[in-house]
């Protein structure tokens, strides 16, 4: 949620930086009348109130206090309606004015690139070569029915559209993803949690994904609970109303499963692992001091490019422009790894400094020494991986044209063997 005391004090900057994106600045106006009829309000209250107040000292000092407080009685009422009109006006005023400021985006950072789709995000760099392949690649689809390692159709048959079913190597692929993910992350310094799945309306609002996201959301409605889109959610959340002191920053991973019911533009990948309504990934969180957070977005961009790096996928790294980033984030880098069976890159992770947006939201404060004044930290999320994205740039970049696939070596170490043979058999051979 956004500084409603910055809107006050330079509205044209939150105007400029609201410009940038496409819901626009219309906000700004509306929010600041009715910010403006608010502050008139509770002025008005308290002056009533000390008017008031000033009437019943006036009384005790009186020689004949009875006298005087029958003269002045009319009047102390008058006022005490004048007062209860005036403080009526000012729940009402705060609820519109959280409602609207609910439903704005962060402000970007200075440095975000402008633009108006994902057309015009920006390049930052490019690492490791596309294979050259002596055959044509294959989509992961193709590969892994071959190899009887992915099951679409009885998942189908389980749950509908856009569900996945991973067998024998596919799964035992999937889970040496997930742990070598984490090993990487502890050994950077991150803490690992084990987090719920559902979580409150609360949480679900407090990190920004209600109420923009509702229709995305998987939902119990007898609970009221929320099956969680990201791990972000519930780590983000953890210190929600705590006061941080001489903690920061605080990294945090989690696997787990992720449930959205929007999985895409209809019609659009429909086949194959890209857009599920269930899928896994391996998350990574920083909570940092506002002074660090751009160096700290870097770091955690860093550790997610670390294990393409690790795993020899090619991939770039993009930097969003004002239209693609995210309602949460001030800035985002999105990692896209190159899928030669689909001959284009595609996102694998994004890596998010979310500044004060969500901290304000859920009240992590943090003080600099133990007589500072509270401030809101600055909070940061990046994948670090999408599973099962993962598992399809392993199945197109490492196929072999006798529809076998190699493990990357980095892996291996997870997975026990190195080879899915054409029949979806394993085999350690180096």
Not at 106 to 113: E, I, K, R
């Amino acid at each position: 949620m956004l500084d409603l005391a910055l809107l006050r004090r330079d509205p044209e900057r939150v105007r400029r930086a609201a410009a940038r994106r496409p819901a626009g600045a219309a906000f700004v106006d509306d929010v600041v009348a009715l910010d403006t009829q608010l502050r008139a309000a509770r002025t008005a209250s308290e002056s009533l109130k000390a008017e008031k107040n000033a009437l019943t000292a006036q009384i005790s000092k009186a020689a004949d206090r009875g006298a005087e407080a029958q003269r002045l009685r009319p009047e102390i009422a008058a006022l005490d309606a004048r007062i209860a009109e005036a403080a009526a006006s000012v729940p009402a005023l705060e609820e519109r004015i959280d409602a609207l400021l609910a439903d704005v985006p962060n402000l970007l950072d200075d440095s975000v690139p402008d633009g108006f789709g994902e057309d015009d995000n920006v390049l930052v760099r490019t690492e490791g070569t596309p294979r050259d392949f002596t055959f044509a690649p294959k989509p992961h689809w193709e590969v892994g029915e071959a190899l009887g390692i992915l099951d679409f159709e009885r998942a189908t048959k389980l749950s509908g559209s856009r569900f996945s079913i991973l067998r024998g190597a596919g799964a035992q692929l999937s889970r040496a993803l997930a742990s070598y993910f984490l090993s990487r992350a502890s050994e950077r310094g991150y803490v690992e949690i084990v987090p719920p799945l559902l979580v409150t309306r609360d949480t679900m609002w407090s990190t920004g994904q209600l109420t923009k996201f509702a229709d995305a959301m998987f939902r119990d409605s007898d609970a009221d609970l929320f099956m969680i889109p990201t791990s972000e959610v519930p780590l983000v959340a953890m210190h929600a109303g705590e006061i941080l002191n001489d903690e920061l920053p605080l990294q945090y991973t989690a696997y787990s499963p992720c449930f959205r019911k929007e999985a895409g533009a209809a019609g659009q990948d429909t086949r194959g692992l890209i857009r599920q309504h269930q899928f896994e990934k391996v998350e990574m969180i920083w909570l940092a001091d506002p002074e660090r957070s751009f160096e700290a977005l870097e770091r955690l961009t860093a550790d997610a490019c670390a294990l393409l790096d690790e795993l020899e996928l090619p991939y770039r790294v993009m930097a969003l422009c004002s239209a693609d980033v995210g309602f949460n984030s001030a800035k985002t880098y999105d990692l896209e790894v190159w899928l030669p069976g689909q001959n284009r890159y595609r996102e694998i992770s994004s890596c998010s400094n979310c500044t004060d947006f969500q901290a304000r939201r859920t009240g992590i404060r943090f003080r600099r020494d133990a007589k500072a004044k509270p401030e809101f930290v600055h909070t940061l999320n990046g994948s670090g991986l999408a599973i099962g994205r993962t598992l399809v740039a392993i199945l197109e970049n490492y196929q072999e044209a006798d529809g076998s696939v190699a493990v990357p070596k980095a892996l291996v170490p997870f997975t026990g063997f190195d080879t899915i043979a054409a029949d979806g058999s394993t085999a350690r051979s180096r």
